[in-house]
Antibody, heavy 121, light 113 residues
Framework: EVQLVESGGGLVQPGGSLRLSCAAS????????MSWVRQAPGKGLEWVANIKPDGSETYYVDSARGRFTISRDNAKNSLYLQMNSLRAEDTAVFYCAREGRPGRPGWSDPWGQGTLVIVSS | DIVMTQSPDSLAVSLGERATINCRSS????????????LAWYQQKSGQPPKLLIYWASTRESGVPDRFSGSRSGTDFNLTISSLQAEDVAVYYC?????????FGQGTRLEIK
């Protein structure tokens, strides 16, 4: 069974940092593009970033570029999101998702259950 | 960035009736090299992560009931539920994955009338 389990969320002060992790299982992790998508409380979905299977390419939404860094460790079947200079508007549930087909970016499926990040003093 | 606009924002449909949600992209999401529209539809039930329903605008994901269908008309995309069931109450999102940043529509809340 394909499974994605996020961790690392929590309460952090404005300007602080947090590192999210996503543990993948049930598929060949090193073959897939992976994404982070977030959802502010009561709001819609916002794609944050994605990363190529070998980690050589990364892409970000403007609001995340320069503050967030997506990375992966294929030996550990894990995806990460390092978030720095956090702002109140970054408060959201962060989802990890597998993309498309092996080697190709695309739609998000499946999704993890999400981890909640709250940025507040 | 490609802006995805859904309509309506909310929709109430009687059980057994048809529900149609529209999604319009500000730019083409069609890729001529493979003749595909890079458009997906997701269903999100309360307290759950989104679930993929449709990709390539009209390809139903494995296990998704055939009452769900996707189509394109010009630059507009539609998600149609042919006969609404109680378990279809959810928020539905379209997403383009043609160009980063991938962008979602604002969501359409579907309820039972």
């Amino acid at each position: 069974e394909v499974q994605l389990v996020e961790s690392g969320g929590g309460l952090v002060q404005p300007g602080g940092s947090l590192r999210l992790s996503c543990a993948a299982s049930g598929f060949t992790f090193s073959s897939y593009w992976m994404s982070w998508v977030r959802q502010a409380p009561g709001k819609g979905l916002e794609w944050v970033a994605n990363i190529k299977p070998d980690g050589s390419e990364t892409y970000y939404v403007d609001s995340a570029r320069g503050r967030f860094t997506i990375s992966r460790d294929n030996a550990k079947n894990s995806l990460y999101l390092q978030m720095n200079s956090l702002r109140a508007e970054d408060t959201a549930v962060f989802y990890c998702a597998r993309e498309g087909r092996p080697g190709r970016p695309g739609w998000s499926d499946p999704w993890g259950q999400g981890t909640l990040v709250i940025v507040s003093s | 960035d490609i802006v995805m606009t859904q309509s309506p924002d909310s929709l109430a449909v009687s059980l057994g009736e048809r529900a149609t949600i529209n999604c319009r992209s500000s730019q083409s999401v069609f890729y001529s090299s493979n003749n595909k529209d890079y458009l997906a539809w997701y269903q999100q039930k309360s307290g759950q992560p989104p679930k993929l329903l449709i990709y390539w605008a009209s390809t139903r994901e494995s296990g998704v009931p055939d009452r769900f269908s996707g189509s394109r008309s010009g630059t507009d995309f539609n998600l149609t539920i042919s006969s609404l069931q109680a378990e279809d109450v959810a928020v539905y999102y379209c997403q383009q994955y043609n160009r980063t940043p991938y962008t979602f529509g604002q969501g359409t809340r579907l309820e039972i009338k």
